[in-house]
């Protein structure tokens, strides 16, 4: 029995740092267990938010709260099952404490090795258990940083995400403002703001692929919503695309389409489950998928 909780105990605990390794630091990101539980939260709250935008805004937040929390618990019953088939007789207990032998004993120590908190209650006597705690400790150490790392990396994707619909939104409410397309003022200089926009697209696929998980942060204001603004964007492209547009900006309105394909063979392999290259099928899915597709 010992040596089965222990391969038992050892295996929760290697998907977990496989997981955090795979969603964190591998470039291709992310783990089996974090992308199974963000994608079911999204799901779920897209059939419980009946269209309400601000509703769905929590998806993202409540995922990453529990992929954290499955790390977290994967660990602790991990080492819970490594440390229980030698309870009571491998540990010293103190005398105002009282113990079983009980899988809540080793629960207990087990969160307690992780949180670093080194109570002193129960002790391992045994040689080779001695190393458990310190080990199990760094591990939970290495978790916190690992979480704080994340809620920085996704910080910036999020606002490198807010700024380029920002950015598309402007340009569309400055035609609509002003009745002049973009395609009909000097060519160098809607050819530059098209390059702005080819930057911030190329950077926002290359995000979604490191940082899987900001694809289920949804905004509530339609301004800062890429699947609502990106067919208007396309429409520019098209007219800035012309045969009898300036070369500058029938090339940067190429470039910027491109990276815009990119961007949505991207979301269709990895969040949508279709095959890349029909762009426009991955954008009337992306739209449905964020509950845009009537705007």
Known sequence: ???LGTLAGALLVMVALRDVFETIL??????????????????LMRSLVK????????????????????WGTLITVGFALILWPYFP????????????????????????????????????????????????????????????????????VLADYRSLSHE????????????????????????RALADLTTRAVAMRDDLVHSPIAY????????????ALLPKLVAVLDDSSAPDRAP????????????????????????????SGDTAAALAAYRRDHLWASS
């Open 1 to 3: 029995m010992a040596v």
């Open 26 to 43: 591998h470039p291709q990101g992310p783990g089996v267990v974090s992308s199974t539980l963000t994608g079911a939260i999204w799901r």
């Open 51 to 70: 269209g309400r935008h601000a509703a769905l805004s929590l998806a993202g937040p409540l995922a990453f709260i529990a992929v954290l929390m499955a």
């Open 89 to 156: 007789e491998d540990f010293a207990v103190a005398e105002t404490v009282t113990i079983d032998g009980g899988l809540d004993d080793a629960l207990y120590l087990s969160m307690v090795n992780l949180t670093s908190l080194g109570y002193g209650d129960i002790v391992p006597t045994g040689e080779l258990l001695r190393f458990v705690g310190p080990l199990e400790t760094l591990i939970g150490l290495g978790l916190l940083t690992a979480g704080i790392s994340w809620i920085l990396l996704l910080y910036r």
């Open 168 to 191: 598309i939104s402007l340009l569309l409410e400055e035609q609509d403002a002003t009745g002049i397309r973009l395609a009909a003022i000097e060519p160098q200089v809607a050819a």
């Open 216 to 227: 289920y942060f949804h905004p509530r204001d339609e301004r800062h919503a890429l699947p």
């Open 248 to 275: 500058a900006l029938r090339f940067q309105a190429g470039m910027l389409r491109g990276a815009i394909d990119d961007l949505l063979d991207t979301i269709a392999e990895d969040f949508l489950s279709l095959p």
